[in-house]
């Protein structure tokens, strides 16, 4: 294959391997959102914090696999906790109340991997096998960065099965429409909404671990991934999983066909898409006016 | 016999010339040149023998004395991205205050009087360091504020220290431009490199010393420190490498996340070495990146020396990057028995004494690198306070222009007199794998690091070669040369 054609194909995989992992941190925050209508600014922290899961859970097992399934579940237990004893107890409040309580919840976050983990940059490595490059007709490709494309996606998979071919998803749904008609029905919404909140951060949690290998974990990660999940649920609208994937995959294709032939631009494409977006169509891409 | 004399004169010549041609004359030099004369005999010199028991200093329980004492800031970032910066700092500035409070003060103003170190977070905003910094002289009442990681920080800092005439050290940040016509001021000092010295020290290597690649491509993050160090490795190149050819450059923003795109770009280019002066955590996730993308090119950089990444990313993958310090020294690292005893001092604290994250990590295990300049820059400061007797800034400023000093290391700082940037040798070191990083770590156990790459061979850059650079149209600098005589 030609020089510049494979440099073409693989800037787009690139781009699609970055969407994905913006899709599995801003798809939690989605579905959060979209569901209980609480936009939890903690969600880029939650995500950090199962990064230094995950690099616990490295340094106690020596396995990546055990840490990519205990990881994101230690971490949605915390998102359940915080919902059950906080979140809950602010609702009554409103947006405002739940935007202050979630950024405080975000500080404490922080305060608290510091504490345990210090501020140092840690490493998580690469499993072995996910190691190396894979021939892609005659273009060579990182492995692992095509195992995040085949996480995100699996993830999208499960959570469509769990939302629309689960009775849990009915339930969910209809909640989400008409909550005390549920109530009424004899379900504990309030359950269901917790469950609810701990599958957007186990999502975040995924993402977390995921993008451990390919960065350092430290407690700034937040700050520089985090932002980026508001951007994509912005722009491809609140509450919109569908909005949430698309966007996801046509920022990370700007991201790295920006740096291939604008590189000085780059870095605001990203904004001055959703600035485009966000002034013709104000409530995102695939977002329901209210 | 006639012709058995010019047949031995004959072979004899044939070996020479095979000899000097096998036997690089260049490296030869550059390696035993001799040190500048102006930067033989110091005003002062660092003395281990004299240093006070530090058998009781762990920088995450330090506390200093409060009351009459010499008041200095570590303004850095504390929280932040850049967090562990300021923990670096902290350990940095507070053992060197410890050890002199350790030594029972300092004699100023006809006073024996300690050390006290306050922590400063600017968080890595402007506004937050204007404000922390103007705290620290209006409120704490510092004599001196030190600092910082980012040249638009430490900017906003020499600012602060004009206007209310207090002393401001420089110890890490490089940009050229802190100390121009536009931005000079008496009470700031530059005592780290800059980055029209890295630039040149890395052409010169490049250049005059290793002669062998010569594609470069140049990636370093987007503000105006990494612009910076971008110009003066290409400036580098121009004065000391003129066959060299940059085969791309590009500029990424702070705390990127994917560097993939731009790894792909460097691919193509196909480059001999990718330079960068990206510091944690963009140079880190760039190099590790690259490796996971098969890049196996080595890396020029300044910054890509944590070690915690090094051991992450293995001994192979990091081996034959390169690296300009100013910390670097000739090899062996340890010539004389203080320098021996100075690097035990702290090691074997960090052994055996240090608990708490993140001073317990392999990061702060040496005490060299980055960190061992920035404790020694503080060192040269406390001795330049001891000798004015005073901690009245124009008493400081008055013995620091011009000072000669000399580190535990051997090496020798002067700091120029008209627009007080530091004049020394910098080195060159090359990454190397455990058993080949005995020729600069000669104790035991002879390595730096067993599981990753470390300082292996190393090579000194003249300090006469890598003259910062002089505004000419900083008045005080006028008719001076570059030595600013």
Known sequence: MELSTSMHIAQGIHGIAFGMVLFLIASGLNVIFGMMGILNLAHGAFFMLSAYFCYQVIAWTGNFWIALILAPVFTALVGIFVERFFIRKVQVMGPLGELILTLGIAMVILGGVKTFWGTENLAVAVPPVLQGMVSLGGMDYPVYRLFMIALALVVLGIMGLLLYKTRLGKIVRAAVSDREMVNALGINIPVVFMLVFGTGIWMAGVAGVAIAPILTVFPGLADQVGMYAFIVVVTGGLGSLKGAFIVSIIFGLLSSYGVQFLSQLAPVLMVGFMALVLAIRPHGLFGVKE | ?485
Request: contains cysteine.
């Open chain 2, 1 to 485: 016999m006639k012709f058995i004399g010019k047949s031995v004169l004959i072979v004899l010549c044939v070996f020479s010339f095979l000899f000097l041609n096998i036997y690089n004359p260049s490296t030869a030099l550059a390696q035993k040149s001799e040190v500048h004369t102006k930067l033989i005999q110091a005003n002062y010199e660092f003395d281990v023998d004299k240093m006070g028991d530090m058998s009781g200093f762990d920088p995450a329980t330090v506390k200093f004395p409060k009351g009459d004492t010499i008041r200095i800031a570590v303004i850095a970032s504390f929280s932040g991205p850049a967090a562990i910066m300021g923990d670096i700092f902290w350990a940095a500035v507070s053992s060197a205050a410890y050890d002199i409070n350790q030594r029972g003060g300092i004699m100023v103003d006809g006073k024996k009087k300690f050390v006290e170190v306050l922590k400063g977070d600017h968080m890595s905003r402007i506004d937050q360091c204007k404000r922390v910094a103007e705290r620290m002289v209006l409120k704490e009442k510092v004599h001196v504020l030190v600092g910082t990681d980012g040249s638009h920080l430490m900017k906003v800092i020499n600012q602060v220290a004009n206007q209310h005439k207090v002393i401001a050290q420089n110890i890490t940040s490089t940009s050229d431009d802190l100390m121009n016509a536009t931005n000079f001021s008496r009470f700031a000092f530059m005592s780290c490199l800059s980055s029209s010295q890295v630039g040149r020290g890395l052409g010169y290597y490049y250049g005059q010393i290793r002669k062998k690649e010569r594609k470069f491509y140049i990636i370093c993050q987007d503000y105006a420190f990494g612009r910076s160090i971008a110009d003066s490795f290409k400036q580098g190149l121009k004065e000391y490498y003129p066959k060299a050819k940059i085969v791309g450059e590009d500029y990424h923003k702070l705390f990127t996340t994917d560097f993939a795109p731009y790894l792909e770009k460097i691919r193509a280019a196909k480059p001999d070495v990718i330079f960068t002066g990206n510091w944690a955590p963009d140079g880190p996730n760039l190099f590790k990146q690259a490796r996971q993308m098969g890049l196996k090119q080595p890396f020029a950089n300044l910054f890509l020396d944590d070690p915690n990444f090094l051991h992450e990313v293995g001994p192979e993958s990091a081996s034959g990057n390169i690296q300009i310090t100013q910390y670097g020294v000739d090899v062996p690292a340890f010539k004389t028995p203080e320098q021996i005893k100075y690097y035990k001092t702290w090691h074997d604290l960090w052994a055996n004494k240090w608990k708490t994250e993140p001073y317990n990590t392999r990061l702060f295990e040496h005490g060299s690198g980055n960190l061992g300049s920035y404790r020694q820059q503080v060192y040269w400061l406390l001795s330049v306070i001891e000798r004015a007797g005073s901690t009245d800034p124009e008493k400081i400023i008055a013995v620091w222009e011009n000072d000669t000093y000399r580190l535990p290391t051997g090496k020798v700082l002067k700091m120029r007199a008209c627009d007080h940037r530091v004049i020394q040798d910098l080195h060159v070191v090359e990454y190397a794998p455990a058993d080949k990083q005995k020729v600069s770590m000669n104790i035991p156990p002879y390595y730096w690091y067993k599981d990753a790459a470390s300082t292996g061979h190393t090579w000194r850059i003249p300090a006469e070669k890598v003259l910062p650079w002089m505004d000419p149209k900083l008045d005080r600098c006028a008719d001076r040369d570059e030595w600013g005589e």
